[in-house]
């Protein structure tokens, strides 16, 4: 039970980084910047995610940290 109350609260965590982060390319940032455990996976191990991030990085003209 308590495994799947973690996984529903990383995925609202990472939805919600992914939203403030799709809201703040109108302003044209120069960098967003992400709290290290705000997110549930990781880059180096995760392709589709990695693909993700760098897709943001490209549309927002951002450096992504």
């Known amino acids: 039970r308590w495994r799947r109350v973690c996984l ?3 995925i609202q965590t990472a939805d919600r980084v992914w939203r403030l982060s ?3 390319e109108e302003f ?3 960098l967003l910047l992400w709290p290290e455990s ?3 996976y990781r880059i180096d ?3 589709g995610y990695r693909l ?3 897709r943001l990085a490209e ?3 951002a ?3």
């Open 8 to 10: 529903c609260l990383c």
């Open 22 to 24: 799709r809201q703040a």
């Open 28 to 30: 044209e940032p120069d």
């Open 38 to 40: 705000a997110m549930p």
């Open 45 to 47: 191990t995760d392709p």
């Open 52 to 54: 993700g991030v760098h």
């Open 59 to 61: 549309r927002s003209g």
């Open 63 to 65: 450096f992504v940290s």
